[in-house]
C-alpha cells in the first residue's frame, strides 16, 4: 500500500509556503525557471503542480488531501483510488 505522506505539522490552515503548493503522494512542487523569448530575453516564471482536492478514506477516516494529477492516475492504476475509496 502506498504510505501517504500528509503534513499535519500546520495547525488552523498556517502554512509554510512549500506545503501549500505540494502534493501529498508525489511529492511534486512549484519549480522556478525562465522564459526565454526568441530574442534569448530571459523572465523569470514559475511552473505549479496540477493539484487537486480529494477526499481520501485512510485507515477508515476520511481526509482531504491535496494531490496532483498524475498522483490520482498512479493510485487508479495501483488500484488503491476507486469509487470505494474517493469521495468527489
Known sequence: MVAL??????KQGKQSPDTMKR???TGKG????KNVSFSK????RTWEPNLQ???LTINGVKTKVKISANGIRTLKKKGLLGYNNLDT
Open 41 to 44: 530575453r530571459r523572465t523569470r
Open 23 to 25: 502534493c501529498s503522494i
Open 5 to 10: 505522506v500528509y503534513n499535519q505539522t500546520h
Open 30 to 33: 512549484t519549480q522556478y525557471g
Open 53 to 55: 482536492r480529494k477526499t
